[in-house]
């Protein structure tokens, strides 16, 4: 809702940005040329710069009745540069800066002058712990012989007060215009700079004005770079005798160069390995890789920027250089966005800066993963040529290939894992695959892929588990120890060993994921029938109550409302938990295939055999046999060559 003062608030805003607004009139042969020349004197750029055409420029016909353009030129004050005053009294940009605000203690100060016929006072007032005027001294300062009368309640008002920055009048002297202060303008030949040099009055005489300098300088055909607070400065505190600057050339302004921005660190000697709270290093974290998404924006290219030309106290112009453009540091994979400044990666990887160009990579290569490389977290492909050391681990958004060993480490990768020389995790190892899983064999590690495992020596005492199959294909291919799932099947030449050893569990026809999920809902959805039949109880003894009396009170009543609530979140609950189950147990029904463990050699005694959660227990060594499912049991068959059509090795990699 609009109130009054909201609109008192606008309307200030208004006129404090209105204060700021001032204009310029200027001539110039062309629109530009004017635009230029207004812009030089208000030293900002062209494009802040608002005008009204008083009168309309006309070319001529060649050069006769040539007529010039007449613009009144503003200023748009959301441009206007606001300044401060720095400790040394210097104006600082406030944008420009970074003015740190503080506050300098200062004495007050007063200028008493001659003015015309007048005697003038102004006053500052001391800021911070600094001594205010005494007025005793400024009256002391009237007692002159050419004094002819002044107001000394008025000078003790205005040096309580201060004079907010201007000249008053306290009273008038006798005034010689023989005696009067004299100054020379000079130019220097180069028109960059004039001074004035002030002779001092003698008694009776009257003090230079900022009106008589800054007249004198327009006479001399002075139309730029006069100095407002320099003149201002002179009349208050005359230097006599010496020649002060009063106005100076606006100097030209070469434009910046274009340049390039980064979003990562180009120089790799500053990244550092990561800190835990403690201020401990960890030197396995030693952030060396920068990973990029594909659309993520990389560096930023700065546009030049035009110079601003200047022009010397006779308004001839001073020309600055433009800066100069540069070509954008394209590299592989990276793209320049719509806006044509901003380069973006075009592929998840690594960002580098190679030979002073930006590129991604959406491979990394490392000879091994050790104290030298630290962990390794990549959006992208990672190959190790040597092995993957105790301790250190390697995830990847795309494949992991290790040409060695991976030790007692962790790998997780969204695609594939190669491991050409095998995995020996020590009981602590553990590999996450999205793809599948080919290694020469799997010790003693827990191995969880959503695709197929390939291996073509042993599995051995370890935990593993596929959504499709595993296969052992070589010349030992033998499962021993450990719990071995597959949702389609298992393949192996043997699976135990002689004489039993440790415990071998193979499982197949089901999902193990989805069984698990399973049984969680089953779980749930019985602990919130529980929780219904105690709502149920609660609910009907408030209706009762609620028949009974007619009403109930208040709390109750709200106790009521709350339960009713319960009690239809519950029942929504169980709804979408009985559609996941269905979908589940129709999932788990209709696998295609219903689940098998193949052996081309022998299954020794003691190896658990579950096939869709029948068991089957090798009592005694079976060979060349086939483990199926059939009329709810499990069944044994001659060994069968799976179809393995859909297996098909990794593609692309050495």
């Given amino acids: 809702m609009v109130t009054l003062e909201t609109i008192r608030k606008d309307m200030a805003g208004l006129l404090s940005k209105d204060k700021d607004i001032h204009f310029i009139e200027v001539r110039a042969d062309t629109l530009d040329e004017a635009l230029a020349d207004a812009a030089v004197q208000f030293d900002t750029r062209v494009v802040n710069l608002e005008y009204e055409v008083v009168e309309r420029g006309f070319d001529g016909f060649m050069g006769i009745a040539k007529k010039p353009w007449f613009l009144k030129v503003y200023q748009n004050p959301d441009t206007i540069k606001k300044t401060v005053i720095g400790k040394n009294g210097e104006t600082v940009d406030a944008e420009d800066e970074e003015f740190e605000e503080k506050i300098v203690s200062k004495n007050g100060e007063y200028f008493l002058h001659h003015f015309g016929l007048d005697i003038m006072l102004k006053v500052t007032m001391p800021i911070g712990d600094g001594l205010p005027v005494d007025p005793d001294v400024v009256l002391e300062d009237l007692n002159r012989p050419d004094t002819k009368t002044f107001d000394a309640d008025l000078v003790r008002s205005i040096v309580k007060n201060g004079s907010d920055g201007e000249y008053k009048t306290i009273g008038e002297y006798n005034h010689e215009p023989s005696a009067d202060a004299i100054f020379v303008i000079d130019i220097s030949s180069d028109e960059m700079k004039a001074t004035a040099t002030i002779n001092p009055p003698s008694i009776g005489g009257a003090d230079v004005t900022v009106e008589q300098i800054k007249k004198a300088l327009t006479q001399q055909g002075v139309v730029a770079g006069i100095s407002d607070e320099k003149i201002q400065a002179l009349v208050d505190k005359p230097n006599y005798n010496e020649p002060v600057v009063v106005a100076e050339a606006v100097l030209p302004v070469d434009g910046k160069d274009a340049y390039i921005t980064y979003n990562f660190e180009t120089d790799r000697s500053k990244i550092r390995a990561k800190q835990a709270a403690n201020g401990q290093v960890d030197f396995k974290e030693l952030n060396l890789i920068q990973n990029v998404v594909e659309g993520q924006p990389l560096a930023q290219k700065i546009l030049a920027e035009q110079g601003k030309a200047g022009k010397t106290l006779y308004g001839r112009y001073l020309e600055a250089k433009n800066g100069r453009d540069i070509q954008l540091p394209l590299g592989k994979n990276v793209r320049v966005d719509k806006d044509g400044r901003t380069i973006l990666a075009d592929a998840n990887g690594q960002v580098l800066l190679i030979n002073d160009k930006i590129c991604v990579e959406p491979i990394m290569e490392v000879e091994g993963v050790n104290i030298k490389t630290g962990n390794i977290t990549f959006l992208g492909t990672v190959i190790v040529k040597g092995a993957v050391e105790d301790g250190f681990n390697v995830k990847a958004s795309g494949n992991i290939e290790v040409s060695g060993t ?176 269905e979908k589940i147990q129709g999932r788990l029904r209709e696998l295609k295939n219903i689940g098998k463990v193949y052996v081309s050699g022998t299954v020794y005694s003691g190896v658990k055999i579950f096939v869709r959660d029948e068991k089957d227990e090798v009592r005694a060594d079976a060979k060349s046999v086939t483990f199926y499912y059939e009329g709810g049991f499990v069944r044994r068959g001659k060994f069968e060559q799976p179809n393995m059509d859909d297996i098909k090795g990794p593609e692309g990699y050495s």
């Avoid at 790998?411 to 290694?439: F, N």
């Avoid at 020596?457 to 370890?462: E, F």
């Avoid at 026809?509 to 105690?534: C, H, V, Y």
Wanted: with cysteine.
């Fill in 406 to 581: 991976v030790g007692k480490c962790s790998l997780e990768s969204d695609g594939d894992i190669i491991v050409s020389s095998g995995i020996i995790g020590r009981d602590e190892g553990k590999i996450v695959c999205g793809g599948s899983l080919w290694a020469k064999f799997i010790q003693n590690t827990t191995v969880q892929v959503e695709e197929n495992i390939i291996v073509t020596d042993s599995i051995m005492n370890s935990e593993v588990s596929a959504q499709k199959k595993i296969i052992l294909n070589g010349k030992r291919a033998q499962i021993t120890g450990g719990n071995v799932f597959a949702t389609e099947c298992v393949l192996a030449k043997n699976i135990g060993s002689e004489g039993g050893g440790t415990e071998t569990v193979i499982s197949v026809g089901f999902d193990p994921r989805a069984k698990k999920r399973l049984e969680e809902l089953l779980d749930m959805q019985n602990s919130n029938i529980k929780t219904l039949d105690e709502l149920e109880l609660n609910i009907s003894t408030l209706e009762n109550m609620k028949k009974v009396r007619k009403s109930l009170p208040k709390e109750k009543e709200e106790n009521l409302v709350s339960l009713l609530e319960q009690k239809n979140e519950i029942i929504e609950e169980n709804i979408q938990y009985n559609e996941e189950i």
